[in-house]
């Protein structure tokens, strides 16, 4: 329900005060386990993201988020959990295959951090090896901003990725690099459509 409330009140905000534009949103699984990856250029990309589909996107979030109480528990309606950066977090892999496991769907931003620049920084393998080990659709995504009122705002969904071939050995970190290279590859080319 919150959930539902939150989308519609975001919906609104970027339907009013920024010339938002939602491409390719049909590409993305009504149903079954995906894992959505994005470019991350601002505070406002998973409010975005969420608002631009009908499906409810689980989100990761830095953990020193939540330790601001109503913040807190705004992440936790909007169906976000905290992830501790630059170290292995067991507890938000257990979380993250968990929600694969119950068919949801997972954003995640693969360059763990914001680009102060827009362009694409380097990214993390964590999303491929979640991807790759939930047996979940991968979905490309990019941002088009900058996030300027009343200016063209654009978020461009592209085609699902198949990771069937990668499957042989989700473990293999060549396999998982690959992966994350061409994902990474697709949220560029889908920047340069504009």
């Known amino acids: 329900m919150w959930y539902r409330f939150f989308r519609r009140c975001f919906y609104l905000f970027f339907f009013f005060f ?3 534009e939602v491409i390719g949103k049909e ?8 894992v959505l990856c994005c470019n991350h250029i601002d505070n406002l990309d998973p409010p975005l993201v969420g608002a631009s589909l009908h499906r409810q996107v689980y989100f990761m979030a830095k953990e020193e988020l939540f330790r601001i109480p109503v913040l807190s528990w705004l992440l936790h309606r909007f169906g976000a ?3 501790s950066r630059g170290k ?4 938000a892999l257990k979380t993250s295959l968990e929600l694969l496991k119950q068919g949801k ?4 931003f693969p360059e763990g951090t914001r680009s102060k620049t827009g362009d694409l920084g380097e990214a993390h393998t964590g999303a491929a ?3 790759l080990r939930g047996e ?3 979905v490309p995504a990019a941002i088009i901003g900058p996030y300027r009122p009343f200016r063209k705002l654009r ?7 198949d990771l069937s071939v990668y499957r042989q050995d989700r473990t293999n970190s060549q396999s998982v690099r690959e992966v994350t290279d061409r994902v990474m590859n697709e949220i560029r080319a889908l920047q340069e459509q504009r």
């Open 88 to 91: 292995s977090d067991r507890q």
């Open 27 to 34: 590409k993305v699984p009504a149903t079954g386990p995906v």
């Open 81 to 83: 959990f905290p992830i």
């Open 136 to 138: 979940a659709v991968v």
């Open 105 to 108: 769907l997972l954003g995640v």
């Open 18 to 20: 920024f010339r938002w």
């Open 155 to 161: 978020i461009r969904f592209g085609d699902p990725i």
């Open 129 to 131: 090896f979640i991807a």
